[in-house]
């Protein structure tokens, strides 16, 4: 018996090894004559750059910010319109936002200061007082020192900062009762 289960386990292992083979070739028979190379996914192109600003043309005056004489503040642009006549031309500058911001809306200019010493303790100038956020002044000044660093984050102070040079054009443009909108 140990002979023939042996010549049973020769002739299926050469049956097998002909399956092997013939399906080898049919699959060799079908297979395309170069391989076939995965696809990878094309890589999105590069985003182009931000656009800078042109200096001689102002940024946009943002869209829903009224109309007619007015300061216009963007919180999130951290920038600053000042729309005068129709025939004057709009001075844009950027700034740097305090840490309590004003709720969206119109304000009118409601006091203002030559010379004081802002929350932060630095003294500032031509402070252009508008809008009253958890017990702050809010307000746009310029620090007679000429800098213009980002507020404490810990501190809550009201100051909106810019330049000595915008300060004195904000100054000149917002007098008492002036109006400010605040936009996002």
Do not use: C
Request: proline share 12%; net charge positive.
């Amino acid at each position: 018996m140990a002979r023939s289960s042996s010549g049973i386990v020769a002739g299926l292992t050469a049956a097998a090894i002909v399956a092997v083979g013939f399906l080898g070739y049919q699959a060799s028979a079908t297979a395309p004559a170069a391989p076939v190379r995965a696809v990878a996914p094309p890589t999105p192109a590069p985003s182009p750059p931000a656009a800078k600003q042109d200096p001689a043309k102002p940024a946009p005056v943002p869209e829903g910010s009224g109309t007619g004489v007015r300061v216009v503040y963007s919180v999130g642009q951290k920038r600053v319109w000042l729309v005068g006549e129709a025939t004057q031309p709009v001075k844009s500058f950027t700034v740097v936002p305090s840490t309590v911001h004003p709720k969206p809306g119109s304000y009118p200019v409601s006091s203002r200061s030559g010379a004081v010493t802002g929350s932060d303790g630095v003294p500032i100038e031509h402070v252009v007082r508008f809008a009253s956020t958890d017990g702050v002044a809010v307000g746009f000044s310029a620090r007679a020192d000429g800098q213009t660093p980002e507020p404490d984050p810990s501190k809550k102070t009201g100051g909106i900062r810019m330049t000595r040079a915008d300060g004195d054009a904000m100054w000149a443009f917002a007098t008492i009762n002036s109006k400010i909108v605040v936009v996002p």
